[in-house]
Each structure stands twice: as C-alpha cells, then as structure tokens.
C-alpha cells in the first residue's frame, strides 16, 4: 500500500510536466503557425477565386445557384461582408426562378451573417421577412438557428433584466425547435445537446456529447476548431487548466491554418497568456487577432478584442520600460569596470617608475573616458527620448479610449432615440391612416384632399424630430453652446433666447460634432439646401478665432475627456532618464 501511494505521489507531477509539454508544443505551432499566415491566407483567397471562376462559367440556374453558394461558404468565416454579398447574389437567382425554398433559405443564412457581425436590426428585419410556409426542412434549420443566434447575441450584450430574460426565453425556444428538428446523428443537434449539458452546469454530461462530435470530424477542418472550442469552455468549467489551455490553443491553431478571420480562440488565449506573464506571445497573438477581426469586419469581434489589446499592451510597455532600467544599469556596471582597470593600470604603472610612462597612459585613458562620458550622454539622450515618446505614446492611447466611450455613449443615445422616434412615426402613420379611411368611408373627399395638401402635418413632425434632436443633444454635450461660443470672436458668438432649443447655426455644428459633416446628408435632415448648408457653415468660419480648417476640427473635439500628464508623472520620468 505504501508503494503505490508513493508511486501516485511521484506519477502526479509526471503528468502535469507531460500536460504543460503537450501545451507548449502546441504554442510552438501557433507561432510557426502566424510566421506562415500569408501561405495559408493565399491558399483560401486561391480556392475563392477558382470558385469565382467556376461560377463564370456555369450555365444555368442550378449549377450558378450552387456555385454561388460555394463561394458564400468559403467568404462565410473569411470576409462577412462578401459572404452576406454572395448569398444575396443566390438568392436573387432563386427569386428570379421562383424557387422560394432556397431564397427564404439565403435570407435566414443572410440574417445569421448579419447577427454575427452585430448587425442585429438587419438580422431581425431580415427573419421578419421570411414566410416560413415556404421554408424545407433545411431552410427551417437554418431560420431556427438564426433566431436562436440572434437572442443568444441579444441576451448576452444587453444590460436590462426583464429583456436579458425576454432574450433567453426566446433563444431557448428556437433552441428546442432546432434540436427537434436536427438529425439526432448530426454535429448540430450534438451541439445543442452539449451547450444545453454546459448551461445546465454539467460539464462532465458536456464533454460526453463533445467525445461523440470529435469521432466524426476532420482534425483539419475549421469544424475540428469550433468543437475543439467548445471543449476548452467545457473542461474550463471543470477547472482542469492544463486540459483547457490545451484545446483552446488548439482551437486558435486550426483558426489559424484554415485562414478564419472570425477568430474566438487566438485572442481568448492572448488574454490568458497575459496573465500568465508570457508578454512577447500574448503581444503577438493579440495583435494577429486584431488584424484578423479587421479582415472579418465585424464590430462586436473588434470590440471584444479591444480591451484585452490594451490591456496587454499596457503590460508589454511596462516591461520594455523595465528592460530599459536594466539596461542603464548594466551601463552603469560596465562604466564601473572600466574605472577599475584604469586604476588598476595606474597602479602598476607607478609601481614599475616609469613616471613618464605613466602620464602617457594617463593622458590616453583620459581621453579613452571622455569618450566614454560622451557615449554615456548620448544614451540618456536616448533614454530621454523614448521616454518621451512613451508618454506621448500613453496621451494618445488614453485620448483614444476617451474617445471611443465618448463615442459609445452618444450612439448609445441615439439608438435609443431612433428607435423611440421609429415607434412614434409608427403611431402617426397609424392614426393618419384610421383617420383617412374614416373620412373615406364618410365619402368627405374634399376634406380629405384638403388634408392631404396641407404641410400641417410634416411641419410638426418636423418640429418634433427637432426639439427631440435638441434636448438629446444638449443632455448628451451640455457645455456645447458654450464651447461651441468659444471658438468665435464676441461679435459673432451666438446667443440662444432658450437655451433648451438650439437654432440653425448651432444645430448644423451639432450634427458635424456627431460625425455628420457630410453638407448633403445634414441637408436632407434639417430640409434646407446643400448650397444653403455650404453658406451657413462658410458664416460661421468666417467669424472663428483659429483658421477655417481648423473650426472644425476643434468642434469635433467639444466635450472629448483630454488626458493630461501630471507634473509628479514628468518628475518621475525624468529620474529615471537620468
């Protein structure tokens, strides 16, 4: 008995040193991996274009349709927007046809397309257009698993409760449409099966349904990576860290040699390697999968990656700044050196007499360490510029992220308000139209054409979006006007009798602070023209502080959080130069 527990003692860590090998090994492969990115992104872009041909060549509806669906495979984890391109390519073939089966089908592939690139709206106006009546059983496959990503996507970002809990109902629902409809053999259905183990907090009954989803699969096929996904989130909840950063690195690799640009592994494993102390790859993971998620075009992965790249990147930084310390002190050790085998020959010089010897020496080891304090000067001056640049380079990360919660915020803002005001257009349109076909009942034709004619109507709309646009703008950016003022000479600043409606002039600059500065589109929104809009933007210049082409820019800057550097921050650089 005391044998074998002493045999279990020693095979432990025998097995964790096997695990953390087996993990490292594959770590190698990522990075051999990301160097040959290019072969492996050539190889996809080559099958793509090969397809493009083929679909050239092909004559008649069926062999272009399913050419076309080809391709919309091939963009669908490389390029979004090509493969939401290419299906809507197909499928105004099948329209053309009358094939509705595989048009609605297109569309519910469309929608999921657009749900995953966070097009959400699209994605749901896109599943509200379908007549599930003309769905096969494949098209309705994939319209429950659009409705399902959609909800699952919807759910996990929203904020609020009760439409967090809305979310899931409707996410579970489609969930069991689909697993009702699923081949019971197949990898979705073992999917659904599997996620519904996993949220059901048994990731042990998870994992079994994952071991049957592995026995069929290509290990290098993107399928073997999304599985192998699925298995780090697994085991993740079982706390089992050796087996989980295995097969989430696993999952990036195969990512990696199929060309995916949709990339959910890579960047999860860069923020674990961070965390880990492993700096130089978690830098270079994070940033292959930035440039991944750019290529891919969806916001929500760009959003999700950005945190964690600056997290890391502030890391790296603080760690290149103390490679530098160190560096000055092996300076610092070198020079003490030197000095003492100066000393060292002064002092057998003298003890040999050789007095005349020993001035010559002197005078060479003089100049030898005037050339030395020269070089020494030009690090620090060197140090004293990176360190330059490195704040320079934190003022502009911090100004960034200003700039994008700023950003964030007034979207945010007015989403909410074209949404609110869509339901309130909604509204109108419905009482205008009881309203007409009451009067048409009562045969009042005059007083209806009369009704019609009258701008009443669309005047008070109009005033409406404005004082709405107003009021938004002035909770959002309540220093604007005032801000805004700044920028004039006093003769031309200008005063607003209420100060919660802005007029023209000042609504005109408002919209260029949102991002609109586009004459023709700020003309079609406040219904003046572009030569009318062009005339009170070249006004207001004209009367500004700073230079026309700066006005502008300077409005844009209105209510941006600035990042300044303490003096106590610029006291501690410059110790550490010295």
Known sequence: MRNIFLLIIWLVPVVASADAARTDSVYRCIDEAIANASVYLSKREARIAGLKRQFDKSRGYAARYAAAFRIYREYKAFVNDSAIAWLGRAERMARSQGDMMSANHCTALRAFQCSTAGMYMESDELLASINTGELNREGRLAYYAARNHLYKELGFYTKIGRLKENYGRLERMYADSLAALADKNSDMYLQLMEIERYNSNDPAGALRYNDMRMKGVDRQSHEFSIIAYYRFLDYKRMNDTDNWTYWLAMSALGDIRNAVMDQGALWELANYLNTTGDMARSYKYINFAWNCAEKFGTRVRSNQISPVLTSIDSSYQTIMQKQKERLVIMVLVISLFAVSVLV??????????????????????????MKLNKEMQQVNENLDESNRQL???????????????????????????????????????????????????????????????????????????????????????????????????????IHLDDTSRLNTDIRIFALIRLGIDDSSKIAEFLHYSVNTIYNYRARIKNGATCGRDEFEKKVKEIGVPQHTQTEGDSKSEAGTAQ
């Not at 007499?353 to 030898?368: F, M």
């Not at 009042?444 to 009704?451: I, P, V």
Request: hydrophobic share 35%.
């Open 344 to 369: 060292l020959l002064i002092y057998v010089n003298k003890q040999r007499g050789k007095l005349k010897l020993t001035r010559d020496e002197l005078s060479r080891k003089n100049r030898q360490l």
């Open 391 to 493: 704040t320079e380079t934190d003022r502009q990360l911090h100004k960034a992220i200003g700039s994008l919660n700023e950003s964030n915020r007034v979207k945010e803002k007015y989403i909410g308000l074209f949404l609110r005001q869509c339901s309130i257009y909604i509204d109108n349109m419905e009482r205008m139209r009881k309203e007409v076909l009451t009067m048409l009942k009562n045969k009042q034709h005059t007083e209806l054409m009369s009704k019609m004619k009258s701008h009443d109507f669309r005047d008070r709309q109009q005033q409406e979006l404005f004082d709405i646009f107003d009021t938004t703008f002035i909770h959002l950016f309540p220093t604007f006007v005032d801000d805004f003022n700044k920028l004039l000479r006093p003769e031309e600043r």
